[in-house]
């Protein structure tokens, strides 16, 4: 049985996920919302399942950061997995020449 609870966690974790690609959006807004058990449930499968289009995943070189449309981490700005790995190896390439 899903509880208030986890409705509220889920909620809370969505919304993480989604403030990190767009920090600074706005002003917060409450939702107060009274549901059946099994939209309940539904709510926090739907949430927990939900891939924002604008999530190309962590970065790689810091763990921190997130990438952008080009796969460049918004944090260290370093080209992320195997497109990043070529970048930094013609990179160190081109600099011992």
Do not use: K, W
Not at 17 to 40: F, K, Q, Y
Not at 90 to 95: G, M, S
Request: hydrophobic share 35%; proline share 6%.
């Amino acid at each position: 049985m899903t509880t208030s609870d986890d409705v509220r966690t889920a909620i809370a974790d969505f919304a993480t996920r989604i403030d990190a690609l767009a920090p600074g959006s706005g002003l917060p807004v409450t939702v107060p919302v009274t549901l059946s058990p099994e939209a309940a449930r539904a709510l926090v499968e739907a949430l927990r399942a939900y891939h924002d289009p604008r999530d190309h995943g962590v970065c790689d070189q810091c763990g921190s950061g997130r990438l952008d449309e080009d796969l460049i981490c918004t944090t260290c700005g370093q080209p992320n997995g195997l497109f990043g790995q070529l970048v930094r190896e013609r990179l160190a390439r081109h600099r011992a020449d």
